[in-house]
């Protein structure tokens, strides 16, 4: 799901640069031992051996004097910050404003989705602060209407699902699977077009944020509770159904008539904890400054407001779409992930799996064209908040415990050591005299105290490491890249994949 704001990411994890991909070829004949436990439990000769080895290593010692009473993300080195400036000799020429804040919720998808939109809309309305209403939370205001779509929708996914599968035992991997994070608040760039091009968007003031909309945790039990119930409420009457041997045809329709019943329990409390959204076709008007101080007033529909300044043809949001690096998989190939979405029959989740210099050189071109880069990464890798510092070298863990962190990128995706969690913007980039990217610049949505003033710097070494995809307009891809994203020929990978993890 999307990572929420805090203090300090997750404790991080420090690799090596050097391509490990093949480390675990098959090399000479392994070495055979006895061990001190013929049972697999630990014995105690092992740890008393393991004492001697810290009595005789001072760095281990003093490991020990530090460690019991200090962090160990306190380990950053101080010259990987000195190295990594906020400085940037490719930026947008154009600066958002404010800063955003996703507060404690996931939502960071939508905030880098509107984050990327509201470029176009500042610009074209000469705005000197603009919001959409992404379920974002500002300093000052706050909305949701993108959020409540998109949770009401994968509460209708999760319960259609439950009746195309009901005849799956209860314990079965995928009833299990699907019942687990089912309304996640996290997301991705279709999940998102499927909410844009179905509900539009509004401004902030129209639809303003709710205390459950920042802090999602509280309603999201509640929904996944009932939402669980429902579940069981359904397969009961498939069953039953079943036994009746009622035609095919009138057993869905039965049991759709009766997901829709369970669903307007799911309205009424979300509809009491986030306020009734806009319906989509519904005019709205909208009062405003521009940046000069001059007052405007516009009227319309969120779909209408979508198409008129949030939708350009600069950026056109449905043939944008995600290159991914996921070397696990075959390079030139379209994937997909199986019973991933949001709007039940919209546009399947859909990656051109690639190489990780496609992914660099679409970030590159997008920023010269003048355009932000949606992109999901592992942002708790070897990341500090503080500082706003991406960078596999932050950390000094090996030196000082004598151990070797080896996992390559596809070694973590196939451990769950690592997945996409976050979805940010790259809105600047500093190139070398040949003009390879050396660290990007990055707008955060966890407010104005993480980083410098809101914005994260990330290393072309963490980019390789942990960042997963960035979205590229069709205009700005590789055309042969593009090709495989037409074909429409899918590999479709199975619903627990680390590729259907929600930034």
């Known amino acids: 799901m999307g990572a929420a704001a805090s203090k300090s990411a997750p404790q991080p994890t420090v690799v090596k640069t050097e391509a490990l991909e093949e480390k675990h070829a098959v090399g000479a004949a392994p070495v055979l031992a006895k061990p001190e436990s013929p049972d ?28 019991a009473q200090s962090d160990i993300r306190t380990l950053t080195k101080r010259d990987t910050k000195v190295g990594d400036p906020h400085v940037f000799n490719l930026e947008l020429e154009f600066k958002t404003n404010p800063i955003t804040n996703q507060k404690s919720s996931g939502r960071c998808w939508l905030f880098a989705t509107t984050n990327v939109l509201r470029y176009d809309v500042m610009k074209k309305l000469n705005l000197k602060e603009f919001q959409l209403s992404q379920a974002c939370a500002s300093l000052t ?29 209860l314990d079965d991997r995928l009833i299990n699977h699907l019942a687990g994070d089912l309304i996640s608040d996290g997301g991705q760039w279709d999940m998102v077009v499927n909410l844009l091009e179905t509900y539009g968007v509004v401004p902030q003031p129209i639809y303003p944020e709710s205390l459950h909309s920042s802090l999602s945790g509280p309603l999201n039990k509640l929904l996944k509770t009932r939402l669980r119930e429902h579940a069981l409420i359904l397969r009961d009457l498939a069953a039953a159904l ?87 998989n075959t390079p030139s190939t379209l994937y997909t992930v199986d019973k991933l979405g949001n709007i039940w029959g919209g546009r399947p989740v859909l990656y051109v799996n690639t190489k990780i210099n496609d992914l660099k050189d679409a970030v590159v071109k997008s920023l010269k064209a003048g355009l932000p880069v949606f992109f999901g990464c592992d942002v708790g890798q070897s990341s500090e908040t503080p500082s706003g510092i991406m960078d596999i070298a932050l950390f000094d863990y090996e030196n000082t415990f004598d151990i070797q962190l080896t996992l390559s990128k596809a070694d973590r995706l196939r451990t769950n050591e690592s997945a996409m969690t976050h979805a940010m913007v790259i809105s600047g980039v500093h190139l070398d005299a040949v003009g390879k990217p050396v660290r990007y610049k990055v707008e955060n949505s966890w407010g104005e105290t993480a980083g410098e003033k809101g914005f994260m710097v990330m290393t072309d070494a963490w980019f390789e490491q942990f960042v997963y995809q960035v979205v590229v307009p069709k205009s700005l891809a590789p055309k042969e890249l593009v090709q495989v994203f037409e074909s429409g020929k899918k590999v479709v990978l199975p619903p627990w994949d680390p590729m259907g993890s929600l930034a």
């Not at 014995?43 to 490991?63: N, T």
């Not at 979508?306 to 779409?321: E, M, N």
């Open 40 to 67: 697999g439990s630990i014995a105690l000769s092992s740890v008393a051996g393991w004492e001697e080895g810290i009595a005789a290593s001072p760095k281990a010692q003093l490991a020990r004097t530090i460690f």
């Open 141 to 169: 205001h706050a909305q949701n209407y993108l959020f409540f779509w998109d949770k009401l929708n994968k509460s209708n996914y999760y319960l259609e699902l439950s009746i195309q599968e009901s005849e799956r035992p």
């Open 242 to 328: 079943r036994s009746a041997n009622a035609p095919k045809a009138q057993t869905l329709a039965t049991l759709r008539s009766k997901k829709e019943e369970l669903m307007g329990e799911i309205y009424t409390v979300m509809s009491a904890t986030l306020g009734v959204p806009p319906m989509p076709d519904a005019k709205f008007t909208w009062d405003y400054y521009d940046k000069d101080g001059k007052a405007h007033t516009w009227e319309g529909t969120p779909k209408q407001f979508y198409k008129d300044f949030a939708l350009s043809q600069k950026y056109p949001v449905a043939d944008s779409f995600s290159l991914i690096h996921d070397p696990r």
